[in-house]
């Protein structure tokens, strides 16, 4: 190993015992494809194998942080940053783009004052959840979709799919997804280890515990901490 990577390794070692979040079964949501359910389960009994505690939290805050990327004001932002690039209105863009863009129009700098309050009481909330558990524990994703099915309702679909990521950016949490297992019908589902912002040591030494084979190729990524927040 490296004398970095070593470095590293004694900075944050692996306790055996850590605390880790689990969206309880009721609050669990595959859109229709209860097998995903399962395998997730089975992943967080792998965990408490690996000495993790479990503890049931509410998923709420979460889910409702990850609905505001797409249904609140920061679809303005979105809109702001790509206009000095495109014409929205008439440029080379797929029109699921433009139409989520078009968007924007519909809310106010009031509408994002009060979306902005209201996301600062959700991190409050979940900063007060890690104060519980070292990590949060969801699938990476619901469940796989074809790409003929997100061809027919590609907005939908694609908001299904960020169920359990696209929170992570607006509560200002570091995130590293690891393979869990393989469907029925092939298709491979992972799950996501969250933490707060700058602990990227945190989810990354879990990783590795969890992949002991991907060691190297981790110990790599803890030489730049910050980077992968």
């Not at 990354?204 to 190297?216: F, S, T």
Request: aromatic share 10%; charged share 20%.
């Amino acid at each position: 190993m490296p004398l970095a990577a070593q470095r590293i390794a004694s900075s944050f070692p692996s306790p055996r015992k850590f605390r880790f979040g689990q969206v309880p079964v009721g609050h669990l949501n595959s859109f229709g494809m209860p097998e995903c359910d399962d395998l997730y389960r089975q992943a967080c009994t792998k965990l408490s194998g690996l000495g993790g505690q479990a503890r049931n939290i509410d998923f709420a805050p979460f889910a409702e942080a990850g609905e505001m990327l797409f249904s609140g004001p920061w679809i303005a932002e979105r809109h702001a940053a790509i206009s000095k690039l495109l014409n929205i209105d008439h440029g080379d863009l797929l029109d699921v783009i433009r139409n989520v863009l078009s968007g924007a129009a519909r809310f106010s700098a009031t509408d994002a004052f009060a979306a902005q309050h209201r996301l600062w009481k959700l991190r409050r909330q979940i900063q007060t959840l890690f104060e519980e558990i070292d990590v949060l524990v969801v699938p990476t994703a619901p469940r796989p979709f074809t790409i003929a099915e997100m061809m027919e309702d590609p907005i939908t679909l694609n908001n299904r799919l960020g169920y359990y990521s696209y929170f992570a950016n607006l509560v200002d949490l570091c995130a590293v997804s690891v393979p869990n297992a393989t469907l029925g019908n092939g298709m491979p589902m992972g799950i996501t280890l969250l933490a707060p912002a700058w602990r990227d040591h945190v989810v990354l030494d879990l990783a590795e515990r969890w992949l002991p084979d991907a060691k190297a190729r981790l110990f790599d990524l803890k030489e730049y901490p910050k980077a992968a927040s």
